[in-house]
């Protein structure tokens, strides 16, 4: 509480208030005079408030004080039920009360200055509705609306111009630099004028140039055209790539996919497409709109000097050394182990990092499938140029897909024929096991009979033999078989190589003469071009002294342009000249005094005998001044004299009436007044004589 008073006391103290106050006497003011000091707040704020206050009655100034704090928008410390406490302490001047208002006053006077200046003409005027039924009153409240809208608009132009750094005197010196230009271009383009009506038909070629200019600005515009068409083009290009593709999805999706996987499908990228929206595009809308505002601000603020950077980078240490003060503080108020929450944040953020790179994985994919399907669609025009077949469209794709269905029809009983097939082959293949089986244990019985009759092993050397045959005769009708491919492989190429032969016999004998003529030809062409060069090396020699000899007659001709027209100029000067001294001639010696008067040597004559004339009168007046110098000074100091006289008399006369002396004295006085009034009147004679 002390170091508020101490603050109010201070601020009371400085400009504009000089109070001159302590906290002894700030702190023993009445509650009348602390209302007093609150209306003075109050009136250096709005002046509409600098009212005494003992001139108003204490319902009016409670009232007003409340409602210039309530568009200041104070805010009573305490509960919202204890308005009517604050009002009883505002009428009463109570110090718990006044000394927070004047504490919130006197901190921010200049914002709050702002404010009740915006009040006085942002404050709507409240009209019941049922006046607002007339029209008058109706389009009268409409315009005091609209001016309101047009204040605020103008206020914030206003309010940026102010901050925006420009100044009266930069603004002038860009002008006075802007009309210098202005001037040397005017003068530039008089020269140039000048110049150019010596040439003939320089209206022609003037004409000439602006329709170049016109054109090249035309040319200028069609490439700027041009440059947009393109650019709309790639776009347009870009968007149908993305149609064809979503095309091509949803007909894959409609061929061979079922509605489990579709909806899959499009759950997966609505929560992408939701996690894009709602979490990484606001991420960096908001970077970004960060990023825009820090350049406006800077744009918008003055140019900083290097003092203004030392203290910016000192406010900086100061908000650092504070923070690290602030977190140790509360790394030492809190213990480590009770706090979980930075395991949470660290998980948090850790997800979020994955989600992000996980995202940015899938748009890069994206990306590149994007790019992937337009170098296709390029290979595919490029197909298409070739050999004459594109995509398919309209009815042909219809036949298309009917024939695609027709076949996976097809398809799908042979699918079914070869999952019957697979199914009899496991039970073949199961039989073909218990046979196996049985064919071993047949084998063993036979075996242990072959043993008992002393013929062992005899079964076994025959279906070797046996096998042996069969395999001897698949390799016979192997060799037989392609020994027949590769005659019939021979004889193939052999015709096709005989064919080749026969078609480009006639292709080669043509070809001979031309390879011999080309080669004539080329040697023809080397040769021309040695010529060429070595004619065009001499061109160039010859062309540019031809060049030099004509920048050399050029600047020439210029000089003597130049020249020329330096006589023509001296010698028109000269004319006139002579035609003004034989004018001068001419009514010098004329016999009519009328001419004569006007001509130059009357003229001067004249001006030297008025010039003589007046030299004698000044003459005459400095020797009268000579003479009557000393009287003067005389006369002068005699009337300061009396000045003197008079200003003693005066202050004599004072003097006695203060002392409220006797009437006798009073009398003596008055007649020494009647006995100074009569040297006044002598000394006036005195000045009047002299």
Known sequence: MTDQIKFIVEQLNKEPFKKNFNLVTFDSLEPMQLLQVLNDVLGEIDPRH?????????????????GLLGILKYKPPGNPADMSLFRQGIVLGSKPVIHPVLYWLLQQTSKLKKRAYLARFLVKVEVPDEFQQDEIIADTYKQYEEMMERFKALHKECE?????????????????????EKDQLVKRVERLKKRVETVPNHQRMLELARQLRVEKEREESLAHQKQEQKIQLFHAEQRLHRAQQQLK?????????????VMKRLE?????????????????????????????????????????????RDKIHKVNAEINQLTEKRMMRKDPLDDKLPLFR????????????????????KEELLNIERDLMQKANQAQDIDGTGMLKGDEFKRYVNKLRTKSTVYKKKRQEIAELRAENGVLQRTEELLKQQ?????????????????????????????????KSEMDEKKERSLDFMSEMVKELNSIIAEKKSALAPVIKELRPLRQKCQELTEEHDEKKRQYDSCAAGLESSRSKLEQEVRGLREECAQEESQYHYINCMKKIIEVKMQRAADEMKM???????????????????NILEQENLGKELREKQKSVRENHGPNMKQAMMWRDLEQLMECKKQCFIKQQNQNLSGQIISGGGENIQGGGENIQDGGKDVLFL
């Not at 940026?160 to 210098?180: C, H, P, V, W, Y």
């Not at 660290?346 to 997800?351: E, G, H, N, R």
Request: hydrophobic residues 35%.
């Open 160 to 180: 940026q111009l102010k901050t925006s750094g420009f100044s009266t005197a930069a603004l002038r010196k860009d002008i006075n630099a802007m009309e210098e």
């Open 268 to 312: 997966e990228e609505m929560k992408f497409n939701s996690y894009v929206v709602t979490e990484k595009i606001p991420k960096e809308m908001d970077i970004i709109k960060k990023a825009v505002q820090c350049l406006e601000k800077v744009v918008k603020e003055p140019a900083m000097g290097q003092s203004d950077l030392n203290e910016l």
């Open 346 to 365: 660290q998980q948090a953020s850790i997800v979020s990092r994955k989600k992000e790179a996980k995202a940015k994985e899938l748009q890069d994919a």
């Open 50 to 66: 600098n009212v005494d206050l003992r001139e108003e009655m204490p319902d009016h100034t409670a009232k007003r004080m409340l």
């Open 588 to 606: 010098y010696a004329s016999a009519d005094p009328q001419e004569r008067r006007r001509a130059i040597r009357e003229q001067y004559t004249r």
């Open 249 to 261: 999805d949803l007909s894959h999706a409609a061929t061979d996919a079922n509605p489990e996987s």
């Open 439 to 471: 064919h071993e244990i047949m084998q063993q019985q036979l075996q242990s009979v072959e043993a008992k009759c002393g013929i062992s092993g005899y079964s076994n050397t025959q279906e070797e033999l046996e096998r042996v045959s069969t395999l």
